[in-house]
């Protein structure tokens, strides 16, 4: 099995790095469905009073396992690393 990979973008307008959330969640939980865990983790962070998390989340079209492109909601490194503490996870503290 190959190990699942990150998809990142570097945006040059705002010269950071985006990394998309469906995969980050995908490598850290035992989701069988880490769409699903992601869209609850977005409404639990929203009630929490992250309020901040719309403003890290951007949708870019990055090329999927399928060769096909879709629009995964992706974060910058600060917005990842808020959603990565969000995750209750033994593999999140070394991703960090």
């Given at each position: 099995?190959?190990?699942?990979?990150?998809?990142?973008?570097?945006?040059?307008?705002?010269?950071?790095?985006?990394?998309?959330?469906?995969?980050?969640?995908?490598?850290?939980?035992?989701?069988?469905?880490?769409?699903?865990?992601?869209?609850?983790?977005?409404?639990?962070?929203?009630?929490?009073?992250?309020?901040?998390?719309?403003?890290?989340?951007?949708?870019?079209?990055?090329?999927?396992?399928?060769?096909?492109?879709?629009?995964?909601?992706?974060?910058?490194?600060?917005?990842?690393?808020?959603?990565?503490?969000s995750i209750?996870?033994?593999?999140?503290?070394?991703?960090?």
């Open positions: 099995m190959n190990p699942k990979k990150i998809r990142v973008h570097w945006e040059n307008a705002s010269e950071k790095w985006f990394f998309s959330g469906i995969d980050i969640i995908e490598i850290l939980t035992a989701s069988i469905n880490p769409r699903r865990y992601w869209s609850d983790l977005k409404r639990k962070l929203t009630k929490e009073g992250f309020i901040q998390l719309y403003e890290f989340i951007v949708q870019l079209k990055l090329k999927a396992s399928d060769g096909k492109k879709y629009t995964p909601d992706c974060a910058d490194t600060e917005g990842l690393l808020r959603i990565i503490q209750p996870s033994p593999k999140a503290e070394p991703f960090i």
